[in-house]
């Protein structure tokens, strides 16, 4: 039986991996750094713009970034079925 390893995160351990997945060439990366994402804003908020119903209330998430994630959700074969 493998037991997990209980090593205690150190501040840089995110940093560290990600400089890691970097040198192998993030497929994520090497995404982002192919695709204008900012070319798709002004489509999304003409398409999902809402005329505000009153004061407050939550502001809505960033039509890009969840354009994004639904990117990355046709490309990896994962959804919220």
Known sequence: MKHKNNRSRSFFDEHYR????SQHRDPLENLNERIGWEMFRP???EVFYK???????CRPYD???????LILQRYYGSSWK
């Open 18 to 21: 990600l400089e890691k997945l």
């Open 43 to 45: 489509i999304l908020n």
């Open 51 to 57: 005329e505000a119903k009153g004061p407050g209330g």
């Open 63 to 69: 039509y890009v970034l969840m354009f994004k994630i």
